[in-house]
């Protein structure tokens, strides 16, 4: 079993940047794919990003490419989730899985966090 607890969301104005983090517990992740997820109220759950295990294969949405940038610190447990020149499209639920697969579907994800808000104001 993996728990997984996100942090740093917050409010910002639009323009700036937040540093999300999520961290692993009761079982190493350094073998699963780890991804960010985010949901918007009346709106289906949507990838972000992901990093595959060694942390070198990254993929993002083209909505935030350029934009966000995602790393993983496999001795630390933890993934974090770099955003930047934020949007107030970006605003939403965002959420860190775990998944044995590398995948860009929230359906191939196993392990999930309870979600962290993220609010940007225009």
């Known amino acids: 079993q993996v728990q997984l607890v996100e942090s740093g969301g917050g409010l910002v104005q639009a323009g700036g940047s937040l540093r999300l983090s999520c961290a692993a517990s009761?079982?190493?992740?350094?073998?699963?794919?780890m991804g960010w997820f985010r949901q918007a109220p009346g709106k289906e759950r949507e990838f972000v990003a992901v990093?595959?295990?060694?942390?070198?294969?990254?993929n993002y949405a083209d909505s935030v490419k350029g934009r966000f940038t995602i790393s993983r610190d496999n001795v630390k447990n933890t993934v974090q989730l770099y955003m930047g020149q934020l949007k107030p499209s970006d605003t939403a639920v965002y959420y860190c899985?775990?998944?044995?697969?590398?995948?860009?579907?929230?359906?191939?994800?196993?392990?999930w966090g309870p979600g962290t808000q993220v609010t940007i104001s225009s």
């Open positions: 899985a775990a998944a044995s697969g590398w995948s860009d579907s929230p359906r191939d994800y196993t392990y």
């Open positions: 009761g079982q190493a992740v350094r073998s699963y794919a």
């Open positions: 990093v595959r295990w060694g942390g070198r294969i990254t």
